[in-house]
């Protein structure tokens, strides 16, 4: 679950009210749409679900931790509760795919053998076991984004956060991504997707959370034209 509660953030540099009393709670399971236009806040706001950034006022609550309240020591574990995607895919160039997603599992110290069954499970959730040898700079963008949701789905997040995850790919692939990330919903996961393309957002509909000007300026349930 994410919770904001009369969530302010404002920026001394520059002299910026960021989020004005921002009030918002999104339910485990959910698929939420974060749309506004630049400089709306939507940065911000996700600075403040992954705890780089305390609210000036307000709480804020994501996957039951109260951050307003967490610890520094506390932060590493929480932030393994959340899987990122980032519009630069981030996966790093001199391992594999397979080592790609490997490696979040071995830092958290996962066993070999739950790698060795959960790294080709991800792998063939976002169809590319063939690619599982390859390079990221062997794969095409929409590729390498496919092997990051799999990386971010590998723990088996309770939240999902995608920072416009189809911002560098292919216009007619971008369907495919929000597809992948729909499927990875469907298994439970909560997903944010923060995008400013209006026509994916149409497309697929659902709930909408849009920002303006640091306020939630529209928050309901569209229907989408995907079936
Ligand atoms: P978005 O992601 O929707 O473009 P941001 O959250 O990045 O919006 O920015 C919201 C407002 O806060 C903008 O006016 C931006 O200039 C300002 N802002 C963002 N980050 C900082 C910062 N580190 N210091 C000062 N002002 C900032």
Redesign the pocket.
């Known amino acids: 679950m994410v919770e904001l509660k009369n969530v302010d953030?404002y920026?001394?540099?520059?002299d910026?009210e960021?989020?004005n009393d921002v009030n918002l709670r999104i339910n485990d399971g959910e698929f939420v749409f974060i749309v506004?236009?630049?400089?709306?806040?939507?940065?911000?706001?996700?600075?403040l679900l992954t705890r780089e950034r305390k609210p000036t006022n307000g709480r804020v609550f994501v996957n039951g931790y109260n951050l307003s309240k967490l610890r520094d020591g506390k932060i590493p574990k929480f932030r393994r509760s959340i899987g990122m995607i980032f519009q630069d895919f981030r996966l790093i160039p001199n391992l594999t795919v397979y080592e790609n997603v490997a490696f979040v599992l071995r830092v958290t110290d996962r066993s070999r053998r739950f790698i060795r069954q959960r790294v080709p499970y991800v792998l063939n959730l976002v169809r590319l076991s063939d690619k599982a040898r390859a390079y990221p700079s062997q794969l095409s963008g929409g590729e390498q984004q496919r092997v990051a949701i799999a990386r971010a789905f590998a723990s088996d997040p309770g939240l999902i956060i995608a920072d416009e995850p189809t911002g560098n790919i292919d216009p007619e692939l971008s369907y495919e991504i929000v597809e992948l990330l729909k499927d990875i919903n469907k298994c439970g996961t909560t997903v944010l997707m923060?995008t400013h393309e209006h026509d994916l957002v149409k497309y697929f509909g659902g709930r909408i959370i849009s920002?303006k000007k640091?306020s939630v300026d529209f928050d309901d349930y569209i229907g989408g034209n995907d079936g």
């Open positions: 953030v920026y001394k540099e520059g910026v960021a989020l506004g236009s630049s400089g709306a806040g939507k940065s911000t706001l996700l600075k923060v920002l640091g």
